[in-house]
């Protein structure tokens, strides 16, 4: 990053008109384009900013010349640049569109709501006027990173950090910043310290506004601009206290002697910033997904008509910006007619959008039908939304389809059984059943046995309960024990940084772990026999799918050829926090069991 001047941060377009973008056509024979109707509208980059803080707003005149522009009452703003007007033509369709514009740069220099009132221009002999526009201007807080200098640091250049919450839910995604505050020439920053992040799933972001723009603190101007972003996605609700972050800058140096000994670097060093998460609401649904953020979700099918003999594809698509690890796939209800087999996942990714992180996943169902006739399914997602605090259940639009008989179909026997059953013997006949000495001697024999079972049980289990005693004693935990072994080995392999060797030792260890902990044969080990275990130890679903995500993490990377490397870190902290939990779960059954 290179900021010759705190003025070189933005584009001068103050007072400077650039020059009418005209198409000209020389082919002959060209038809006449038509011209669309015209419009003058107002827009504001935001419709809130902090105190203190610039924006931009611009009023657009479209396919029109205009003349005599008249600017709006600007009451509660200060003006910081323009007005800079630019003119542009452009042809789609067979269509012109010209565009004029006029910006304006805006200062909020205190809190409150104000409104922007309407801009006029004339145009074809007629006088156009926009709509107001209304701005909320908050005042910094110091929950979300208050943009002020750090004790004993110089207050003409600094870096803050901040959150785009104050508070937020497990699994919401969260935006932390570090910001550059300037009133000096930079040459250049570099990142050189980050927090650690304990207790989220971050990941580093990739595309983020990187414009300058102005802000007063404490009555000083400063350049603003953003140096990194990182989305957080908390895993409990407690209050976390997110550390420092520290960076190099390059200060130009100005006049005399200075000069010739080049930039002077400092170190500039951030505020810790608090987060609060808060608790779900209750109660919970029963269909919830794990999922929390805003999210999209559709379904669709490959046929609408078949035969017993086919399978139906039904595939889901869930889209959303909360954290992906959390969210568990919706269940298709089976039936005696319909049997519904797990789902496959079939494409996931992750994505930037320039203002958060997005992941999608697409899953894929196959639907066998047992019988004829007409069926239809209508799934749900439920997710939590943090904007409105409510659980949303999206129900997808319903997929119909008519079943009939294949080749193979076998319809249910209704005939009656054809074995008679033998008839009773009369009382009259039989004689009474308590007058039989067998039966007497028969019950005598087997009250002499119950007998001698019950003495040998007692003795032998006297004999069990010493030699237990004598080999328990003293008993160390396995999982603790197995968890440091097993493992030991992983933060050297991260610091080296190979994927492919960290990824192998990974799966290799974490196999092995589950299989001493859930006693799982070694020959028994795949994904179905683990999810199985670990039904039947009660892990928690969020457990289950951590752990069943860390290994096909290391798959991808081991037999699929996939590029991991930029999510060691997270994998390896995300092992350590699921195979705790497992370790606290495996402990209680422990001491529920008796020796």
Same mark, same amino acid.
Request: net charge neutral.
């Given at each position: *990053? ?35 109707? $015209? ?8 419709? %809130? ?82 709509? /107001? ?9 110091? #929950? +979300?990173?208050?943009? $002020?200098? =750090? ?5 003409? &250049? ?11 839910y497990p699994g919401q995604q969260v935006t932390w910043r570090i910001k550059l ?31 300058v723009r102005y802000q007063t603190v404490r009555g000083k101007k400063y350049a ?11 895993? %409990? ?14 200060? !130009? ?12 670097? $400092? ?15 209750? =109660? ?11 999210? %999209? ?18 595939? *889901?698509?869930?889209? #959303? ?9 919706p269940v298709l209800a089976s039936s005696d007619s319909l049997e519904v087999f797990? /789902? +496959? ?23 066998? /039908? ?16 943090? @904007? ?23 319809? +249910?026997?209704? !005939? ?18 308590? @007058? ?18 019950? &003495? ?63 006693? &799982? ?25 951590? &752990? ?20 060691? !870190? ?9 195979? +705790? ?15």
């Amino acid at each position: *990053m290179t900021l010759r001047s705190p003025i070189s941060f933005s584009l001068l377009r103050a007072g400077i008109a650039l020059p009418v973008l005209v198409a000209v056509f020389l082919l002959q024979r060209a038809p006449l384009v038509a011209q669309a109707a $015209v419009s003058f509208e107002a827009t504001a980059e935001t419709r %809130e900013i902090v105190e203190g803080g610039t924006f931009e707003v611009s009023f657009s005149l479209k396919n029109a010349q205009g003349s005599r522009f008249v600017m709006p009452d600007l009451k509660g703003f200060k003006i910081v640049g323009g007005p800079s007007e630019m003119r542009g033509m452009s042809i789609v369709n067979g269509q012109s569109m010209s565009h004029q514009t006029w910006t304006f740069d805006l200062e909020a220099p205190r809190t409150g709501t104000f409104t922007i009132g309407a801009a006029s221009v004339t145009a074809n002999g007629k006088t156009l006027t926009t709509k /107001p526009l209304t701005i909320q201007v908050v005042p910094s807080r110091a #929950g +979300k990173g208050a943009a $002020v200098p =750090p004790p004993g640091s110089d207050d003409q &250049i600094f870096i803050a950090s901040e959150l785009d919450h104050e508070t937020a839910y497990p699994g919401q995604q969260v935006t932390w910043r570090i910001k550059l505050y300037t009133q000096l020439s930079v040459e250049g920053a570099d990142l050189i310290e980050l927090p650690d992040f304990e207790g989220f799933f971050s990941k580093e972001k990739r595309r983020f506004d990187t414009r300058v723009r102005y802000q007063t603190v404490r009555g000083k101007k400063y350049a603003v601009k953003t140096l990194h972003e990182e989305a957080l996605f908390p895993q %409990e609700a407690k209050e976390y206290n997110i550390g420092i972050a520290k960076v190099r800058a390059a200060v !130009e140096a100005s006049g005399g002697l200075s000069m010739l000994l080049g930039a002077k670097p $400092v170190l500039l060093q951030t505020q810790p910033v608090r987060l609060r998460v808060k608790p779900l609401p209750a =109660p919970v649904p029963a269909s919830f997904s794990g999922a929390v953020g805003q999210y %999209e979700y559709t379904v669709s099918s490959d046929k609408g008509a078949l035969t017993t003999d086919d399978a139906l594809t039904v595939t *889901m698509l869930i889209q #959303g910006n909360g954290d992906a690890n959390r969210v568990t796939v919706p269940v298709l209800a089976s039936s005696d007619s319909l049997e519904v087999f797990e /789902p +496959k996942v079939k494409a996931e990714e992750s994505y930037e959008n320039m203002e958060q992180v997005v992941h999608s996943k697409t899953l894929e169902y196959v639907v066998l /039908p047992k019988e004829p006739g007409t069926y239809s399914i209508q799934p749900a997602f439920a997710f939590f939304d943090p @904007d409105s605090n409510r659980f949303i259940i999206k129900t997808a639009q319903k997929i119909e389809f008519v079943v009939t008989a294949g080749k193979n179909y076998q319809p +249910k026997s209704t !005939e009656p059984d054809s074995l008679s059953l033998p008839a009773p013997v009369s009382q009259s006949i039989s004689q009474k059943w308590y @007058d039989s000495p067998l039966l007497w001697w028969g019950l005598s024999g087997l009250f002499v046995l119950i007998l001698l079972f019950l &003495i040998f049980r007692k003795k032998r289990s006297g004999q069990v309960h010493v030699l237990k005693e004598q080999q328990i004693q003293p008993m160390v935990f396995p999982a603790q024990k197995t968890f440091r072994d097993r493992f030991a080995s992983m933060p050297e392999l991260l610091r080296n940084g190979e994927p492919k060797q960290f990824y192998d030792a990974l799966l290799k260890s974490l196999q092995s772990y589950l299989s001493e902990n859930l006693q &799982i044969p070694p020959a028994q080990m795949n994904v179905e026999t683990v999810r199985q275990r670990l039904r039947e130890y009660q892990a928690s679903p969020l457990v289950t799918e951590n &752990i069943l995500t860390i290994w096909e993490v290391c798959e991808q990377s081991i037999y699929a050829g996939k590029d991991q490397a930029s999510i060691m !870190e997270g994998t390896w902290k995300r092992t350590e926090m699921v195979l +705790k939990e497992l370790d606290g779960l495996l402990r209680r059954n422990s001491a529920g069991r008796k020796f």
